[in-house]
């Protein structure tokens, strides 16, 4: 292993070169693109034998690994935001089909407004389309989740996106510990596809299944989800032993025992989260925090378990459904369906909106004091909002409503957070 | 932990020179952490950078809203970004100019501060004179470690290493190390008015 400043694309780059990926296939976005560039340089010093593919867009992306993993090749791409979206359909035959595809998700909001900052907006979106969904709180998990990524997709033959936060992670120089090439050829096995297309052995895959059986199939990729809940903690288990790091797994508890208020969230607000958690306690606050490493498989059973004993649960999360509210809280409650424990959502850091110890105290200390709104918004100018919906009241033609918020707001370039 | 926040324009390795910093700081077996807090990513827009540096591991991952130090790349952001905002009245100040506080219309602010604290070193200059092209990054890195104390200059200049080669690598570090020497000439200058 070596000790190294850089940046987390970078690492994420030479952790997937470590995996001894044979096609990567890749079309470029913010905050993915360092990742896919560092690989690009790579394979074109001849320090990564691998076929990279320059193609037309994400959907000619996914394309191509649905092509080359059905082929037998070890598979990986990179995308964000409205990549991700532009890919849908081809990310659905992935997992569909269950090829293993390994997939960096750098976290981005989603347009219109058009915002290149970070949220999980992208990855939720498709929370849904069978890929495995893990989520890194630090570049150093970000690095590790990638390498159990492809042992995990490989024994299970499902596709695995590792989702760590654009720019926050993607841009940020922190110390990582990058394993040696033999540490993870002795952790992962080369590719021995569960289905190839070999034209000696000629098969194919895709058929078209009617009525008649397409429950079936679709619950035997639901039962590949319910494997993975045992796989995960393995394979992390199988990471700690080779590598002596605890990393991935299905959920992460910090200072949960005794806690009467648990928070839960996902990626690297995590480390805010716990630093601001660690000062409440000091002055006696019964808090803990749950991370969610694992959101698709979502470990309902290990979430319920981990939060015994608390009163009330926070849900953190960077997205949200409109018309509806928070998506990590919907299944948070799933979870402890019938124990009565009180769950409150807090949307924050949209579209890449600073999310600050600060504001994380005062709605860490309101929660406590049963003074925080079922759902709420951190940080919100309820005044913009409110003159926006006045505007609209009184005008017709109260115009785009982006334009008009910016408006109102004035320019925002000089301010730091 | 020691939080430092960069501002300059884009073009001027605002961006580098956080990530270097946090590469000098982890030569000397620190933690650190280095980001951007992107704009509107075009040459000569404001850029901001951070840098966080400690002896332990760093979670924190909020911009750097009240910075120990505030190195300013461009002194023509002073009138358009508040450059100084959170930054203590025990904090660093370093600024990319030839002029005195005074003339950039910030001697109020100055004067608040530890004399000790706050320099104004000609970064531009020394880099058309070393390197030949105006590029204060790696320049005004010199001038923090001797203004801070808190890294070796020789640290500096490996970090400048990493992402420069060559001659290039080389102009920078002579450039930082002439700003190293002039904000040292400054200090001693001023513990002498201070004293007397």
């Known amino acids: 292993m070596t000790l190294k400043q850089i940046e987390g694309s970078q690492g994420v780059a030479e952790a997937v070169a470590l995996c001894r990926p044979e096609v990567i296939c890749a079309y470029p976005i913010s905050p993915q693109t360092h990742i896919v560039e560092g690989l690009g340089e790579m394979v074109k010093a001849g320090q990564l034998r691998a076929e990279f593919l320059n193609v037309e867009s994400e959907f000619a992306a996914m394309s191509v690994a649905i092509g080359s993993s059905a082929a037998g090749a070890r598979t990986y791409t990179a995308t964000a935001s409205q990549g991700l979206l532009f890919m849908a359909e081809a990310v659905f035959n992935a997992s569909g089909l269950g090829l293993p595809i390994v997939m960096t998700i750098a976290n981005r909001a989603i347009g219109a407004p058009i915002n290149i900052w970070n949220d999980h907006s992208d990855s939720m979106s498709l929370r849904d389309c069978g890929w495995i969904q893990l989520f890194a709180e630090t570049n150093q998990e970000a690095i590790d989740l990638h390498i159990q990524a492809f042992k995990l997709a490989e024994e299970l033959s499902v596709p695995v996106m590792v989702c760590m936060d654009g720019f926050i992670l993607t841009h940020a120089y922190e110390r990582v510990d990058v394993p040696s090439q033999e540490q993870v050829d002795a952790f992962l096995p080369s590719f021995e596809p569960r289905q190839v297309l070999d034209p000696a052995r000629p098969v194919s895959i895709g058929a078209m299944v009617g009525p008649e059986a397409y429950t079936e199939v679709r619950v035997l990729a639901h039962a590949k989800q319910i494997q993975a809940l045992t796989l995960i903690p393995e394979i992390a288990a199988e990471f700690k032993a080779h590598f002596g790091r605890d990393s991935g797994g299905l959920i992460q508890p910090y200072c949960c025992d005794g806690a009467h208020t648990v928070v839960i969230a996902l990626g690297s607000v995590l480390g805010t989260i716990k630093d601001v958690v660690d000062e409440l306690r000091a002055q006696g606050c019964a808090l803990g925090v749950l991370g969610i490493t694992s959101f698709r498989p979502f470990p309902l059973m290990e979430i319920r378990q981990a939060l015994l004993g608390c009163q009330r649960v926070l849900v953190l999360e960077k997205s949200f459904a409109v018309g509806v509210g928070g998506i990590v809280a919907t299944n948070v409650r799933m979870a402890l369906d019938g124990t009565g424990q009180k769950v409150l959502t807090v949307v924050a850091g949209l579209g890449g909106r600073a999310i600050t110890k600060s504001s994380l105290a005062a709605t860490l200390v309101a929660a406590m004091n049963d003074q925080l709104e079922p759902f709420s918004f951190m940080d919100l100018q309820h005044e913009v909002v409110d003159r926006a919906l006045g505007r609209e009241r009184q005008i017709r033609r109260s115009g785009p409503v982006a334009e008009s918020v910016l408006r109102d707001i004035g320019v925002v370039a000089s301010k730091i957070s | ?196």
């Open chain 2, 1 to 196: 932990m020691f939080q430092t926040r960069i501002h300059g324009r884009g073009g001027q390795g605002v961006v580098t020179a956080a990530e270097m910093l946090s590469i000098a700081a982890f030569l000397e077996n620190r933690h650190a952490q280095a980001f951007p807090n992107f704009g509107s990513e075009r040459t000569g827009a404001p850029v901001v950078a951070f840098c966080r540096m400690d002896d332990k591991e760093i979670r924190l991952r909020e911009p750097v809203m009240a910075p120990d130090a505030v190195l300013i790349q461009d002194p023509t952001l002073l009138q358009q970004v508040d450059v100084f905002q959170g930054l203590r009245q025990d904090g660093f100040m370093l600024i990319n100019s030839a002029r005195s506080f005074e003339a950039l219309g910030i001697g109020d602010i100055a004067r608040n501060m530890n004399p000790l604290r706050c320099v104004c070193v000609p970064a531009t200059e020394l880099a058309l004179r070393f390197l030949g092209r105006p590029m204060p990054n790696a320049v005004l890195l010199g001038a923090f470690a001797r203004l801070s104390g808190r890294l070796a200059v020789d640290s500096v200049a490996a970090a400048v290493r990493t992402k420069f080669s060559g001659v290039v690598a080389e102009k920078n570090i002579t450039a930082a190390r002439a700003a190293f020497d002039e904000v040292d000439r400054q200090l001693t200058q001023q513990a002498g008015v201070t004293h007397s």
